[in-house]
């Protein structure tokens, strides 16, 4: 089977389900995505670790990855192997000594930890046929895909005001708020 490389593109409230979030997979060298519909939690693990955010207790997702570390097993790579009734399946490969182990996952977990391992995602050739979409050349659609919408009321915050709410944020374990606060003091400070 054809085997296609895929980068995380942008993570995005769903168009399609609301309450839910979608990753936005595309290939590499090509201008198909895959968008996969995820939830909320799903969304906030993968950004945490997109983010290099470092939470105060370990999210589920570093849990298992320290577990894999300290158990000598490395994750060379995740695959998206299969699409049935508009579910993705994903495995994760690992390595552990000369030993190869394929474990089966949820694909948000395993785009998760494929995040933390900085380790390639690969999907099947079918896999993009049934479900890739080709979008337009306008790179301002893209954008679109990644904007998350910012209250006016902190975009008027002084910094000082604003780091503070972030501490809080992140203390709160609020990493989706403290994402978008992040993003408002990094603009201030270019201004």
Known sequence: MSRVQLDIIALSHSVTQSHNYAVILGEQNGKRRLPIVIGGFEAQAIAVAMENMTPNRPLTHD??????????????EIVINNLLDGIFYAQLICKQDKNILQIDARTSDAISLAVRYNCPIYTHEF??????????????EENKLATVPKKP????????SLEKLLAESLE???????????DIIQEKKKK
Do not use: C, H, Q
């Open 63 to 76: 849990l298992f990855k320290n577990t894999l570390d300290a158990f000598g097993i490395e994750l060379e």
């Open 127 to 140: 896999i993009m046929e049934a479900a890739g979409v080709i979008l337009d050349e306008d790179p301002k």
């Open 153 to 160: 009321s902190l975009e008027n915050m002084s910094l000082d």
């Open 172 to 182: 709160k374990e609020d990493y989706e708020k403290a994402a978008l606060i992040r």
